[in-house]
């Protein structure tokens, strides 16, 4: 038996239609009321509310204390800063609530201290983790 040539014709632009109809399916079409669902939550840059500490205000530790008066100065800050808040911080993760563009961090609760601090007139947010590293929250 011989087909015709239009049959054969016929059933390649059917598996062509087919696999174009597969290799879209899942991904939203540009008349659809909104994206297309996904299986994975949305990816969120920071924390939609404000840092609340979970815990009392605390004391700021010598090592910390010493490490953040060192970081003011290496930033050229002449003036004694004065201790505004302390208080101990459970942060969602490793970015100590100051999460920067482009960076990836850990995702794990991670103890700490925020310490609010005065000098020349500026204020400065420092952000401490398990280490005596200070971070300065740019925000």
């Known amino acids: 038996m011989r087909t015709h040539p239009s049959m054969f014709a016929a059933a390649i ?24 669902p996904s299986s994975r939550p949305p990816f969120l840059r920071a924390s939609p509310t404000p840092l609340v500490p979970t ?3 605390a004391e700021v530790p010598e090592a910390k204390w010493k490490a953040l008066v060192a970081d003011l100065a290496a930033r050229g800050v002449s003036g004694e ?37 005065r000098a ?17 929250c740019e925000r």
Request: a negative charge; aromatic letters at 8%.
């Open 13 to 36: 632009v059917c598996a062509a239609l087919t696999l174009t109809a597969c290799a879209t399916e899942g991904t939203a079409m540009p008349e659809s009321d909104g994206p297309a």
């Open 55 to 57: 815990g009392a205000p």
């Open 81 to 117: 800063p004065t201790l505004v808040t302390a208080e101990r911080v459970e942060f969602a993760n490793g970015s100590l609530g100051c999460p920067q563009p482009g960076m990836s961090y850990t995702q794990a609760l991670v103890d700490g201290y925020r310490v609010i601090v």
């Open 120 to 136: 020349d007139d500026r204020t400065f947010d420092y952000r401490f983790g398990r280490g005596d590293d200070p971070l300065l």
